[in-house]
């Protein structure tokens, strides 16, 4: 079975910063896209950045300068740094893979992790 894995979440005061990971488990091949999406409280879940497996990075624009997506030599840990997180910054953030394959289940679309809580207040 194929699972992604958040952590990292946390409370952290206007201008902190955290470093969120996902990693996935399974007995995993190859994943194409990882995309961190956040769900604020009364608000549609968004995208927040994506890496694909050549290394290509998307942000949305209201994030580019201060979060930072990254990946593993291996390609199965997302990572998103954050830096100068800002109260509206707070949601539960989302882990997704597009498409994975696996050798025991072959290719798998759309995954998602549980969720990690990340609060910015004073």
């Known amino acids: 079975q194929v699972q992604l894995a958040e952590s990292g979440g946390g409370l952290v005061q206007p201008g902190g910063s955290l470093r969120l990971s996902c990693a996935a488990s399974?007995?995993?091949?190859?994943?194409?896209?990882m995309t961190w999406y956040r769900q604020a409280p009364g608000k549609q879940r968004e995208l927040v950045a994506d890496i694909n497996s050549a290394g290509t990075t998307n942000y949305a624009d209201s994030v580019k300068g201060r979060f930072t997506i990254s990946r593993d030599n291996a390609k199965t840990t997302a990572y998103l740094q954050m830096t100068d997180l800002k109260p509206e910054n707070t949601a539960v953030y989302y882990c997704?893979?597009?498409?994975?394959?696996?050798?025991?289940?072959?290719?798998?679309?759309?995954?998602w992790g549980q969720g990690t809580q990340v609060t910015v207040s004073s």
């Open positions: 997704n893979v597009d498409r994975l394959v696996a050798t025991n289940v072959g290719t798998v679309y759309n995954v």
């Open positions: 399974g007995s995993i091949l190859v994943i194409y896209t």
